[in-house]
């Protein structure tokens, strides 16, 4: 026999999770891939939840202006999509942009394209934003930069410390991320055993954008001057950001 998994057997799962995290017995592996469950669990119902006031998967606002992935990075005349809280709307992208057909005027998104999987949901992602933007609509997108890392390796092994620094300051990591290897390591998988943070999941250069972008029908790609009005700042150094126009 065949068990259906219901919204209350995903809840009862998340808190066997948390207990089995509590538990001391509990080994350093087990414990990394219960964190990833535990946090597909949590995606899944935001998830659940925003689909089920939108079941067929188009909200019924239009919003011009439209980040995707913005975490905590509010920009002012935007409207926020996220998996987690503090967002507009809690939405899987994996699913699909929850927007009506060629509604939107700009699209931004930086530092999430990398966490979600490639081929299928980052190409699904690239070929929604193309949906969902009116013709001449444009997506910007901004990625750690493989090119800038690979570029720099191994003559430049201070550029480590900047980097980390500059982007995980707040994860106190220097001791541990302290060769250039290390931050190759960081932008390509990003899966040091910090339990809050969320792993790479494909490495970008600006021709991947531009190749994956091209191929999901946008007519023009070019890179972006940054602008910090919309961008997070403390993204600029070592990110590759393009612009695609539909
Ligand atoms: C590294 S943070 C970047 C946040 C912000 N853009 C910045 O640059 O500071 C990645 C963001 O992507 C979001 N994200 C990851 N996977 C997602 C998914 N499947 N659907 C929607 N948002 C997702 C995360 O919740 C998180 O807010």
Request: hydrophobic letters at 40%.
């Amino acid at each position: 026999m065949t068990a259906h998994l219901s919204a209350p057997s995903l809840d009862l799962l998340a808190e066997q999770i948390a207990a089995l995290l509590e538990e001391p017995s509990t080994s350093h592996g087990l414990a990394r891939t219960l964190r990833a469950v535990a946090k597909e669990i949590e995606i899944s119902k935001y998830h659940r939840t925003s689909s089920r006031a939108w079941p067929n998967g188009r909200i019924d606002i239009a919003p011009e202006k439209v980040q995707i992935g913005g975490g905590a990075h509010r920009i002012d005349g935007f409207y926020n999509i996220d998996a987690v809280p503090p967002a507009d709307l809690l939405w899987d992208i994996r699913e699909g942009i929850p927007l009506q057909d060629g509604s939107v005027q700009f699209m931004f998104s930086e530092h999430f394209l990398e966490h979600i999987d490639y081929p299928n949901s980052a190409k699904h992602y690239a070929r929604e934003a193309h949906r969902v933007l009116v013709p001449g609509g444009q997506l910007v997108t901004g990625v750690p930069d493989a090119a800038f890392v690979l570029r720099h390796y191994p003559d430049n092994p201070t550029l480590a410390d900047e980097m980390v620094e500059r982007w995980y300051a707040k994860r106190d990591c220097l001791g541990d991320i302290n060769t250039f290897l290390d931050l190759i390591n960081y932008v390509f998988r990003d899966q040091d055993d910090a339990p809050t943070y969320t792993p790479h999941l494909w490495a970008y250069d600006r021709e991947k954008l531009t190749q994956m972008f091209t191929e999901a029908g946008f007519r023009a790609i070019e890179p972006w001057d940054f602008d910090p009005t919309i961008a997070n700042p403390k993204r600029q150094w070592g990110s590759t950001y393009v612009i695609a126009t539909k």
